[in-house]
Structures are given as structure tokens and as C-alpha cells.
């Protein structure tokens, strides 16, 4: 268990990572493993075991291995908000990189773009 989730050495090393959910096995919510990727705790609030914790990552390196690293293991030129970047994008209720990562866990999506165009909205602002 002490290599399970290697997430923080990973990094440390200069090695990409790319986030995933793990979908069927694992929910498909991103916002879940941002959580467990920068959280200390389950979601009961139980401290992780020492082999867990010395591997958590910063919110900003969490949410760079669910976008960036998502998008570079997939090959498409996406991931980040920039001139020449693919437009697919989330618009959030909150922004995950201040809100702290207890919050993180329960983020709802209020809109969906790919390729620029809205294609779903949660009838939310």
C-alpha cells in the first residue's frame, strides 16, 4: 500500500499525470478525485493512513491531472483556457482553487461547452 497512489512522487518527479475517474469501477465526478487527490480525509471526515497522506497533492496540481493531464494522456489539444486550445469547458458555482478542498467534493456543474457551444445547462446562473 505504501506505492498504491503515488500521486505526489509522481509529480515530484516531473513525471505527468493524468487524472481519471475509473468509470464503471468508480463514480464518474472529477470533483471526487480532485478530493482524494489534495484531501487528508475520507468523506466521513477520517484522517487517511500515513501511506495515503505523504501523497496528496496542492487543489491546483489536482485540478492540472483532471484537465491537462487528461488531456495530454488522450492526445487532444485541450485542457487549459488559452488562445489555440480546444473550447471545451465547465462553468463552476464556485472556483475549486479557492474554495478549499472540503468544498471540492460537492461542485456541480452549471454548464457543459464543447467546441465553444453550451450543450447542457442546469437551468443555474
Not at 475517474?21 to 484522517?47: A, H, M, R, W
Not at 495515503?52 to 492526445?75: M, N, P, Q, V
Request: with cysteine; proline share 5%.
Amino acid at each position: 500500500m505504501n506505492y498504491a497512489y503515488p500521486l505526489k512522487s509522481l509529480i515530484d518527479h516531473n513525471i505527468r499525470v493524468a487524472g481519471s475517474s475509473d468509470c464503471p469501477v468508480e463514480t464518474q465526478d472529477p470533483f471526487l478525485g480532485i478530493y482524494f487527490s489534495s484531501s487528508d480525509k475520507d468523506l466521513d471526515g477520517n484522517e487517511l493512513p500515513w501511506w495515503a497522506k505523504k501523497e496528496r497533492i496542492s487543489i491546483e496540481d489536482a485540478i492540472t491531472i483532471f484537465t491537462e493531464g487528461a488531456a495530454y494522456a488522450l492526445h487532444e489539444n485541450k485542457g487549459k483556457i488559452e488562445k489555440g486550445m480546444l473550447a471545451d469547458f465547465v462553468v463552476l458555482p464556485e472556483n475549486p482553487a479557492i474554495i478549499g478542498v472540503e468544498k471540492i467534493k460537492d461542485l456541480k456543474i452549471l454548464k457543459t461547452f464543447v467546441g465553444g457551444e453550451l450543450v447542457y445547462n442546469s437551468g443555474g446562473n
